[in-house]
């Protein structure tokens, strides 16, 4: 059995009724009212009874989520799900957790192996065992080995004149 993925987060409580803002990470936003079960970091099901779209996330009620009480100690909860229950990726896409644990190589050099994905809110970023972030824009092909296209001089130090106090640029 392979790690679970992250699939959403909870976001807060939504009205007084126990039903909470949801965000989805799979790529059809709405599918992950489909995926069961979820589970949370600890080990907890989450079964999600309903969801519909709000602005920027989805409103769900929860299964046993009865008042905003509850929903809103659930806020910040990752919700992660079985890799097995995820369909097949189409011909020529992957799913990013995959590549956790592979070899990264710009054209013949080997430049870390792939300890993580992580996104802060600009894009995907595969996360080396070197602490070095990659965007996913860079890979060029993802198989036994993640290639990837990087510009000059990215992965080069900085210059020390650039650097701010706290010793990046």
């Given at each position: 059995?392979?790690?679970?993925?992250?699939?959403?987060?909870?976001?807060?409580?939504?009205?007084?009724r126990?039903?909470v803002?949801?965000?989805?990470?799979?790529?059809?936003?709405?599918?992950i009212?489909?995926?069961?079960?979820?589970?949370?970091?600890?080990?907890?099901?989450?079964e999600?009874?309903r969801?519909?779209?709000?602005?920027?996330?989805?409103?769900?009620?929860?299964?046993?989520?009865?008042?905003?009480?509850?929903?809103?100690?659930?806020?910040?909860?990752?919700?992660?799900?079985?890799?097995e229950?995820?369909p097949?990726?189409?011909?020529?896409?992957?799913?990013?957790?995959?590549?956790?644990g592979?070899?990264?190589?710009?054209?013949e050099?080997?430049?870390?192996?792939?300890?993580?994905?992580?996104?802060?809110?600009?894009?995907?970023?595969?996360?080396?065992?070197?602490?070095e972030?990659?965007?996913?824009?860079?890979?060029?092909?993802?198989?036994?080995?993640?290639?990837?296209?990087?510009?000059?001089?990215?992965?080069?130090?900085?210059d020390?004149?650039?650097?701010?106090?706290n010793?990046?640029p």
């Open positions: 059995m392979t790690a679970p993925i992250l699939i959403g987060r909870i976001l807060g409580a939504h009205g007084i126990g039903a803002k949801l965000r989805s990470f799979a790529a059809e936003p709405a599918a009212a489909r995926y069961r079960p979820l589970t949370t970091a600890d080990g907890r099901a989450i999600i009874l969801v519909k779209p709000a602005a920027d996330a989805f409103i769900a009620d929860l299964k046993d989520v009865r008042d905003r009480n509850q929903a809103e100690a659930l806020a910040g909860t990752d919700l992660y799900v079985a890799r229950a995820l097949a990726p189409a011909e020529g896409e992957i799913y990013l957790a995959d590549l956790v592979k070899p990264v190589h710009a054209g050099k080997a430049i870390g192996t792939v300890a993580g994905i992580q996104n802060y809110g600009a894009g995907d970023l595969l996360e080396l065992d070197s602490g972030l990659i965007p996913v824009a860079f890979v060029t092909s993802a198989g036994d080995v993640v290639s990837v296209d990087l510009p000059e001089g990215f992965l080069d130090p900085a020390e004149s650039q650097r701010g106090q010793g990046r």
